[in-house]
């Protein structure tokens, strides 16, 4: 197999694109792909700030590492969850990519900030890990990203979790989703920052090749709470179809957002309140994350009184 562009040795063979490439115009070619979606959706500018959400995992640190390559202002966010091993690895990752790029990484640990971690979050309210886990990652982007002044906060969504996410709200005609899956959510003056996914036309498996090829250091394992969860039976279904047909799951996906998408789409007439304990917006008085935050240390506090005084975040 032979580069398409240069007629070397090829390492990967992108039969999507019917095409197979050497490492430079592998890389070349991941470059252009972020390039050309930067700029079809506007995601911003080369004098903008842009904050990247780190996981420690293979997307984020090369969606990371191209911005930078690229020469813009990207600065890391990472949120250290306290998921044990895996919250532990993945920080390590994040800081050492940081380091050796002289790159500006924000370690945010909820412990230390609010007082809990993921495991006290199921263990003292009903929410299933994902659920805590989600609603945290998504209060803390974007506080994070608008109290920094960031134009916007970019995270390392791929062309497989875009299609799988698509493929579930296809299944259950989740339209109130659908309406919001897109590479660009717009950002309001009240609170809410700006979000884009620029890796949407790369794959997981070209995002790995990237890392590899680059030497980049990233966490394989994934979330001990994300075993068995019902994207991965997407993302093997879409698979599975993209195997019998090359091109399918970029298809799904772009057709999707240059034509359905549309369909979907309606303003959205919720009237939004700012947090009385945050000042964060919400449709309701108190935000999910602040009602989530007190319920869960009042009950710590109940049930382990001296672990948990010992714990509480400096603003209690
Ligand atoms: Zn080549
Ligand atoms: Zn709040």
């Given at each position: 197999m032979k580069c398409k562009k240069c007629r070397q040795k090829a390492v990967i063979e992108l039969k999507r694109h019917n095409s197979a490439f050497c490492r430079e115009h592998f890389l070349e070619y991941f470059q252009n792909q972020v390039k050309r979606t930067i700029k079809k959706f506007s995601m911003f500018r080369h004098r903008d700030r842009v904050l990247v959400a780190i996981s420690g995992g293979k997307d984020s640190l090369a969606l990371w590492d191209v911005l930078l390559q690229l020469g813009y202002q990207a600065d890391g966010l990472y949120i250290d969850?306290?998921?044990?091993?895996?919250?532990?690895?993945?920080?390590?990752?994040?800081?050492?990519?940081?380091?050796?790029?002289?790159?500006?990484?924000?370690?945010?640990?909820?412990?230390?900030?609010?007082?809990?971690?993921?495991?006290?979050?199921?263990?003292?309210?009903?929410?299933?890990?994902?659920?805590?886990?989600?609603?945290?990652?998504r209060y803390l982007f974007n506080r994070e990203a608008f109290d920094g002044g960031y134009h916007a906060i970019a995270t390392g969504h791929n062309l497989d979790d875009e299609a799988a996410t698509l493929l579930g709200n296809v299944l259950g005609w989740n339209t109130e989703a659908l309406a919001r899956q897109s590479p660009v959510l717009e950002g309001s003056k009240k609170g809410f920052a700006r979000k884009v996914k620029p890796l949407i036309r790369l794959s997981e498996r070209e995002t790995a090749a990237y890392c590899v090829l680059t030497g980049i250091d990233y966490i394989v394992e994934e979330c001990p709470n994300a075993l068995g969860a019902r994207s991965h039976f997407y993302k093997e279904l879409l698979n599975n179809l993209e195997t019998e047909s090359p091109g399918m799951k970029q298809k799904f996906l772009m057709e999707y957002l240059e034509r359905g998408s549309h369909y979907f789409t309606r303003d959205d007439a919720t009237e939004l309140n700012t947090c009385q304990s945050c000042g964060h917006p919400t449709s309701g008085d108190i935000c999910a994350f602040c009602r989530m935050t007190a319920q869960l240390l009042s009950k710590k506090l109940h049930d382990d009184p001296i672990d948990a005084l010992f714990s509480l975040p400096t603003y209690f």
């Open positions: 969850l306290g998921i044990g091993e895996y919250s532990q690895t993945s920080g390590e990752k994040a800081q050492k990519f940081a380091a050796q790029r002289n790159a500006q990484l924000r370690y945010v640990s909820l412990a230390d900030k609010y007082g809990f971690d993921i495991p006290d979050a199921t263990q003292y309210t009903n929410r299933p890990a994902c659920s805590a886990c989600g609603l945290s990652k």
